[in-house]
């Protein structure tokens, strides 16, 4: 728990840095910022709720919070899949649920992102739970899209590559091939939001070749290609 503690105190600082330089250089935007555990599903609604009515409404809703958490298969730790199930896949459903109700109040319209993986399309060997949360994440919100259409709400469904995070760098210490930069998957996201693609897959051209090859390529070739995936 003072593990837990520490590694908690040390990112909300870094979260208060990162926005105090963008204060510093956009002083027109204004940013709110509050704590949430994606597995207390009761808080998600009141604490979107909460920061909409502090910026004053909301457009944009992106359902990013995961987990990547690795185990030996065959050990019998299947919690930690339930673990990752709970926050990849019902956090997104519930942040959704919430942004829904919300932008229906504000009679609006809006949109929502999903933030999936290109593991949705090409399971990590290492850790398949992973890729089955972000399987189940794209399918969920892509079996939405048509039903808020009425509430002008749009669904986009991002599916990063590799990208040079935190995260992945924990689960990939030695580094990985055609790891993108944070900065540039953040703005290409952002280009599909504007441009209202329904699916993006990124960063940069070249993981939207793969996408269009991994449909064409034979079995053998992907089961090659995923003994270099962790």
Known sequence: LTVLSALLAR?????MIVLFKINEALQDIRIE???????Q??????????????????????????LLKGR??????????????????????ETAEAAIQLMRQQGRGGHLVAISSFSAFVPLPG???????????????????????????????????????????RAAPRGLPLMGRADDTAADIMRAVAHHQPEAVVPGSLWRLL?????????????RVQRYLP
């Open 33 to 39: 910022v509050a704590a949430q555990d994606m597995t």
């Open 127 to 169: 850790n398949p739970a992973y890729s089955a949360t972000k399987a189940a994440l794209a399918a969920y919100f892509n079996g939405l899209r048509p039903v808020v259409a009425k509430d002008r709400i749009e669904v986009t469904v991002v599916y990063p590559g590799f990208v040079k995070t935190d995260l992945l760098n």
């Open 11 to 15: 990112i909300y600082c870094e979260i």
């Open 41 to 66: 599903r009761e808080r998600v609604g009141p604490v979107l709720a909460g920061l909409a009515h502090l910026l004053g409404v909301a457009d944009v809703v992106i359902a990013n919070a995961g």
């Open 72 to 93: 030996e298969l065959g050990d019998g730790r299947t919690q930690r899949d339930r673990n990752m199930f709970e926050v990849n896949v019902f956090g997104a459903i």
């Open 211 to 223: 996408y269009q090859l991994q449909h064409y390529a034979p079995q053998a070739v992907l089961r």
